[in-house]
C-alpha cells in the first residue's frame, strides 16, 4: 500500500483507513516525525501553532496533532474553533513559532482532508525538510495509533486573540474608508465567512450581502458539485446574487478561504475573474500605491508562477518594479527574494501583505479588491474598465485552463512521457517550441514542458503539468496580443478568445494522443 506525501500544499487525500488516506493513524505519525525533525534542528519546547477548518475529520485530526506535540514537549498553541488557513499562518509568523499545521484540504472535494506544515517564519513546508521529515514517518515502526483524544485543549489567551490581531494586521495594512459600494460574497460553505465579514467592516465597507444557502460551514457542500470558486457552476448563486442587488463586486472564497475569486461586469455582463486578471488588477494597485520603505523602485519585487499569464509582468516593467516567476504553489512563491510586496497564482491565490502572512490569503485579498473597487466607483469606473485600461497599456491577454481527472497516476505519467517523446511544433496556427522544465539546470526545474510561439502581434502558450494536489493534468494555455489603441479593443478581444478557444480544444486532443 502506498503512502500519503507531500505535495504542493502539504498531504491530502480522502478520509479513510490506510496509509493512502487520511486518519488518526496517518495524521499521528506525521506529527511524531514532524516533533522529531523539529527536536532534530534545535527546537525543544518551541511553539507550535496548530489550526483546522470544518471539514469532516478535521477536530478529530486537530485533537490528534495537538496531543501528539504536546507529549513531545512543545509550547502548542491550539486554535480550537475552526478558522480560515490564513490565521493560522499568520500567527506561526506573529508568535515566531517553529511549526505550525493547519488541518484542511482547502478546495478538494467533500470527501478530502489534509494537513498542511509550515515552519520558521510562517512559510509552507519546502526542499529538503519535506524528504527529511518523510525519511523519518519510513522509519517509523510502531503499531497504529489509539483513537483521536478527545479532550479539548486547555483556553489560551494567544488562541483566542488570533482573529482579532489577524483582523487588526488587515486593518492597519489596508486601511478604513467610508465606501457606499455594495459587495456579494460567499464563503462557499467554508469557515471564512464571519472573518470576512468582520474584515471588510473594518476597512469601511458595511453593505455586503451573502450567499445564504452558503455561509455556514457545512463539509458536504451541498449546493456545489466541488468547493472551488474556479470550478464552472460553483460561483452561479453568487453572480446571482450580484445581479439581483446590483453590487458593485462579488467575491467568492475557497473553503478556507485561503483563495479568492472576484466577480465584476465586464464587456456588459456579470462573470468571474480569470485568476490571472485578478492578479494584475491587485500587482498594478499594489505597486501604484506601495509606501513600503525601500531606497527606490525597482526594489520592488512582484511574482508570480511559471503557470500564471503574463500580464503581471508587463505592469510590473511599466511601473519600473520586478517581477519574478517561481516554481508553483506559494511555498516557492514567498521566497521569491526581497522587497517582495505581491505574489499570486493563476489558482485564485493572492498574498497582498507579505509581511504577515507568507501564504495566499483570501480574506485581505477580498479586502484589497474592495478597495480597489471603490477607488475605482469614486472615479466613476467599474472594475471592468480597470481591465480593460491594463488591456490598453499591455494589450489583451487571456489566459485558461484545461483539467484531465486521471483514475490512475500512471495515466499522467503516460501522457507526460508522450509529449516530451513527440512534443507538438504548431497550436492554434502558430509554431512553437518546447521547453522541458524537467531539464532545466535552475530554480524553475519541476515535471513541466512549456510550448510557446508569436506570429502577427500574437503569442501563445500552453504549459502541461501534473497537478501537485489533486489526481490530475493541468494544461495552462495563453493568448496574449500586442498593445493596441481602445478603439480596438472589442476587436482584440475576439481574436484573443479565439486564440484560446483553439488551445483549449487542441490541449483535450493533446490529452487524448493527438498531436
Not at 469532516?56 to 513531545?72: L, N, R
Not at 452561479?236 to 453590487?247: E, G, K, M, P, V
Not at 501604484?288 to 519585487?301: G, I, W
Request: aromatic share 4%.
Amino acid at each position: 500500500m502506498t503512502r500519503l506525501r507531500f505535495g504542493t500544499a502539504g498531504l491530502r487525500g480522502r478520509v479513510g483507513p490506510g496509509t493512502d488516506h487520511m486518519n488518526v493513524d496517518v495524521v499521528r505519525r506525521t506529527t511524531d516525525a514532524l516533533a522529531q525533525w523539529l527536536l532534530d534542528h534545535g527546537h525543544r519546547g518551541a511553539t507550535v501553532v496548530v489550526g483546522r477548518d470544518a471539514r469532516h475529520g478535521s477536530a478529530e485530526f486537530f485533537c490528534t496533532t495537538v496531543a501528539a506535540f504536546d507529549e513531545a514537549g512543545f509550547d502548542v498553541v491550539a486554535l480550537d474553533s475552526p478558522l480560515p488557513t490564513p490565521v493560522l499562518a499568520f500567527t506561526t509568523r506573529e508568535l515566531g513559532a517553529a511549526a505550525g499545521v493547519m488541518i484542511t484540504a482547502s478546495h478538494n472535494p467533500p470527501a478530502d482532508n489534509g494537513y498542511k506544515v509550515y515552519l520558521d517564519g510562517g512559510a509552507q513546508l519546502i526542499p529538503p525538510a519535506d524528504a527529511e521529515i518523510e525519511s523519518l514517518i519510513d522509519a517509523d515502526a510502531t503499531p497504529p495509533s489509539d483513537p483521536a483524544p478527545t479532550t479539548a485543549p486547555q483556553p489560551d489567551p494567544r488562541a483566542t486573540a488570533a482573529p482579532d490581531r489577524y483582523l487588526a494586521r488587515i486593518a492597519s495594512r489596508l486601511g478604513t474608508r467610508h465606501s457606499s459600494i455594495r459587495i456579494a460574497l460567499t464563503p462557499m460553505h467554508g469557515v471564512g465567512g464571519d472573518l470576512a465579514l468582520r474584515a471588510l467592516a473594518g476597512a469601511g465597507f458595511t453593505d455586503v450581502v451573502v450567499v445564504d444557502e452558503q455561509f455556514a460551514p457545512d463539509p458536504d457542500f451541498p449546493t456545489v458539485a466541488f468547493p472551488n470558486p474556479e470550478e464552472p457552476g460553483a460561483s452561479d448563486l453568487l453572480l446571482a446574487l450580484a445581479r439581483r442587488h446590483d453590487a458593485d463586486i462579488a467575491i467568492a472564497l475557497d473553503p478556507d478561504a485561503d483563495r479568492c475569486a472576484v466577480g465584476a461586469v465586464v464587456d456588459g455582463g456579470w462573470r468571474m475573474l480569470t485568476g490571472d486578471e485578478t492578479g494584475a488588477l491587485l500587482g498594478s494597485a499594489v505597486l501604484a500605491e506601495d509606501t513600503s520603505p525601500v531606497e527606490s523602485a525597482t526594489e520592488a519585487l512582484v511574482a508570480s508562477t511559471i503557470v500564471s499569464g503574463s500580464l503581471l509582468a508587463a505592469v510590473a516593467a511599466a511601473a519600473g518594479a520586478r517581477h519574478v516567476q517561481t516554481l508553483t504553489g506559494f511555498k516557492w512563491l514567498v521566497q521569491a527574494g526581497e522587497g517582495l510586496r505581491y505574489a499570486y497564482e493563476e489558482a485564485i491565490g493572492h498574498c497582498v501583505d507579505p509581511d504577515a502572512v507568507r501564504d495566499k490569503d483570501g480574506i485581505s485579498a477580498a479586502v484589497a479588491l474592495a478597495v480597489v473597487a471603490h477607488d475605482r466607483a469614486a472615479a466613476g469606473s467599474t472594475l471592468g474598465d480597470a481591465l480593460d485600461d491594463l488591456f490598453v497599456d499591455h494589450g489583451v491577454h487571456r489566459t485558461g485552463q484545461v483539467a484531465i481527472r486521471a483514475e490512475r497516476l500512471s495515466d499522467i505519467a503516460d501522457t507526460m512521457a508522450r509529449l516530451r517523446a513527440t512534443p507538438p511544433t504548431e497550436l492554434a496556427g502558430v509554431a512553437v517550441e518546447m521547453t522541458d522544465h524537467a531539464t532545466r539546470s535552475d530554480e524553475l526545474r519541476t515535471d513541466a514542458v512549456a510550448f510557446t510561439g508569436s506570429s502577427q502581434g500574437a503569442r501563445i502558450r500552453l504549459i502541461a503539468r501534473p497537478s501537485g494536489t489533486e489526481p490530475k493534468l493541468k494544461f495552462y494555455l495563453e493568448a496574449a496580443l500586442a498593445p493596441a489603441d481602445r478603439g480596438d479593443l472589442p476587436a482584440d478581444k475576439q481574436r484573443a478568445d479565439a486564440l484560446l478557444a483553439r488551445l483549449e480544444n487542441e490541449a483535450g486532443q493533446l490529452a487524448e494522443g493527438g498531436s
